[in-house]
C-alpha cells in the first residue's frame, strides 16, 4: 500500500499513512490538554503551552475529520445519507451518550447535569461532529451545484462568528435547547468544511504547500502574533480563527513533509497510526483514567514551570493513552462489542 491518498476508488479505501499518524497527534494533544486541566488546573491561565495548543488542536481534529470524509464521485443522495447515517448514528450518538451515562454514574454526577452540561463532561465531541455531518450532507443535498462548497464556507464563517461558549440568547428554554445540542461547539463546523476542500483540491493544495510563501506566511504569522499576544488582540474572534488556520497549516505541512518518518516503515509512525485508527476507543475510555484529585498539586500554578509541566503532563498522557488502548483491546476481544461501541466492521 502506498502513502498517496485516502482516496476512494471503486469501492476501496487506502489510507494515508502520515493522515492516520497526525490524527494520533491529535489525540494525543487532547488527552495532554486534559491531563494539563483536569490534573493541574493550569489551562487558560497563560502559563502553560495549552493555551497555544487549544489555538489548533479541535480546529485540527475537525480539519482531519473532514479530510477523511470527502470522497470523490460520492453523491449525497437520499440512499447514501441513509447509509451514511445508519453507520454513524451508532459510533457518533449511541456509544458515547452509553460512556457518559456511565461516567456521569461513577462520579456522582446527575444525568440531567451532564446532559446539560456545554462540555457533556467531555463527551461533546461525537455530538458535534454528528452534528456537522447532518449540516453538510443538508446542504450537499439541497444543493448539488458546484457552489455549494461556497454556501458550506458561509454557513462556516457564521457558525464561527456566531457560536462560542458565551453565546446566550436571553431565554432560558433556548438557552437550554442550546446547551443540549452543545450548539456553542459549531465554530469549528468551518474547519471540518476546509478538511473536505484541501481533500477535494489537494492537487492544488499540495502546490501552495510547497511553494514558497504560504508556510513561510503561517509560520510567521503564528510565532509573532502569540509573541505580542499582550498587545494584539490575540483574542479576537477573527485574530483566533487565522492563528488556527495558520497553525493547522503549519502542523498538517509538517506531518506531510515528514511522511516517510511517520510511515508503517519506521516504530514512530506505526505506533502514531495505531493511536490515530483508535482515536475513538481512547476518545471514550481515556476521561476514566485521568487522575482527577491532584489539584493539591500547587507547584505547576505557584511556579510555572511550562517545559517541567509539558513533560511530565506528557508521560501521564502517553501512560493515560497506552492503558486506554489495553481497554480497548479487552472489549474488542468481542467483535459485536467493537462493531456498536467502537464501530469496527462486523458480520454476523
Known amino acids: 500500500m502506498t502513502e498517496t491518498g485516502h482516496i476512494a476508488h471503486q469501492g476501496t479505501t487506502q489510507r494515508i499513512g502520515y493522515i492516520d499518524a497526525l490524527r494520533g497527534f491529535t489525540m494525543f494533544l487532547v488527552v495532554l490538554e486534559h491531563v494539563a486541566s483536569l490534573c493541574w488546573g493550569i489551562v487558560g491561565k497563560g502559563i502553560s503551552i495549552h493555551d497555544y495548543l487549544v489555538q489548533v488542536r479541535m480546529p485540527l481534529f475537525f480539519f482531519i475529520s473532514g479530510f477523511v470524509l470527502y470522497k470523490p464521485g460520492v453523491v449525497w443522495n437520499t440512499g447514501h445519507i441513509v447509509r451514511f447515517f445508519k453507520k454513524k448514528i451508532p459510533v457518533q450518538l449511541l456509544s458515547p451518550l452509553l460512556f457518559l451515562v456511565i461516567f456521569l454514574h461513577v462520579k456522582g454526577v446527575p444525568l440531567w447535569d451532564g446532559l446539560m452540561d456545554k462540555y457533556k463532561a467531555g463527551y461533546w465531541f461525537t455530538l458535534a461532529l454528528l452534528e456537522f455531518f447532518v449540516i453538510y450532507a443538508a446542504v450537499r443535498f439541497v444543493v448539488r451545484q458546484w457552489w455549494s462548497s461556497i454556501v458550506l464556507v458561509a454557513i462556516g464563517v457564521l457558525l464561527y462568528w456566531l457560536c462560542w461558549p458565551s453565546m446566550t440568547t436571553g431565554n432560558q428554554t433556548i438557552d437550554n435547547g442550546l446547551m443540549l445540542l452543545s450548539v456553542h461547539q459549531w465554530r469549528f463546523f468551518i474547519f471540518l468544511v476546509l478538511g473536505t476542500l484541501v481533500r477535494e483540491h489537494f ?56 511522511q516517510a518518518l511517520f510511515s508503517r516503515e519506521t516504530a514512530l509512525g506505526r505506533t502514531m497510526q495505531y493511536v490515530g485508527r483508535r482515536t475513538l476507543d481512547i476518545y471514550l475510555i481515556h476521561y476514566f483514567l485521568i487522575p482527577m484529585q491532584l489539584n493539591f498539586v500547587t507547584v505547576f500554578t505557584d511556579h510555572p514551570m511550562p517545559v517541567i509541566e509539558a513533560t511530565v503532563s506528557s508521560i501521564i498522557a502517553i501512560v493515560i493513552i497506552a492503558a486506554s488502548l489495553l481497554v480497548s483491546e479487552i472489549i474488542r476481544l468481542s467483535p459485536w462489542l467493537a462493531h456498536w461501541l467502537f464501530g469496527a466492521k462486523y458480520r454476523n
Do not use: E
Not at 205 to 218: F, H, N, P
Not at 233 to 254: H, K, N
Open 203 to 258: 492537487d492544488v493544495v499540495q502546490r501552495w504547500l510547497d511553494g514558497k510563501w504560504l508556510v513561510a506566511a503561517c509560520v510567521v504569522f503564528y510565532l509573532v502574533v502569540n509573541a505580542l499576544g499582550d498587545v494584539l488582540p490575540v483574542r479576537a474572534i477573527a485574530m483566533r480563527g487565522l492563528l488556527s488556520l495558520a497553525g493547522l497549516v503549519v502542523v498538517f505541512t509538517f506531518f506531510r513533509s515528514k
